[in-house]
């Protein structure tokens, strides 16, 4: 019998605070990624269930734990901001389309700067845990599995949760549960 959505996640924070998670150890030792994938029309829900269960519960049954929480939407718009191309972007997807935005962002949403910039905002040797969400709103503009590819050299023991809306099975991502991404086999199910 599956689980519901409910009860995986009252499941996140004991393994968030688990000792195979913290140590940063999958099997067989590789890096600890962990990917809580959950059905897309549940999106807020997670949202919220992160903001107000989740991130209140580790300050206060974990107090010493050092987590940080990036939203990836905001990650890319700071640095659309950040290079004054925000205005532009959107100008450009009114008057040239989608394909042509999309196009010219790709070139400045590179998943290795994208990793670069997440860890000089985030002083990642220090942290305990890294949790990372809001990853559908960056589609198609960024891809996950590459993101978090370029994410692994700056990773180090620190591990890192992405909370994904779609599928993952231990081999491959599939975005909204029907784009797939690709293959992606670093990663660990944080919640069967």
Known sequence: MSQTFNDRLNQIIP???????????????????????YPPEEELAMRDFLHDVVIP???????????ASVNLFELVIGLLE???????????????????????????????????RLVAQ????????????????VYPLLRTHTLL???HAH?????????????????????FSRLEDDHYYRAFRLVP
Do not use: C
């Not at 985030?122 to 709103?137: F, S």
């Not at 990773?155 to 975005?175: A, C, H, I």
């Open 82 to 116: 950040q290079r004054k191309l925000l205005d532009k972007a959107i100008e450009m997807q009114r008057t040239q389309g989608d394909a042509k935005t999309l196009e010219s962002l790709r070139r400045v949403l590179k998943e290795d700067k994208l990793a670069e």
């Open 155 to 175: 990773m180090k023991d620190t591990p890192l949760v992405m909370f994904y809306p779609g599928k993952y099975d231990g081999f491959s991502l599939r975005l």
């Open 149 to 151: 590819s370029a994410l």
């Open 15 to 37: 393994r968030l605070t688990s000792p195979d998670v913290l140590a940063n150890h999958g099997s067989g030792g590789e890096i600890g990624f962990w990917i809580f994938d």
């Open 122 to 137: 985030h002083d990642i040797a220090n942290l305990d845990l890294l949790l990372m969400w809001n990853v559908g709103a």
């Open 57 to 67: 519960a580790l300050e206060k049954h974990k107090p010493d734990l050092r987590v």
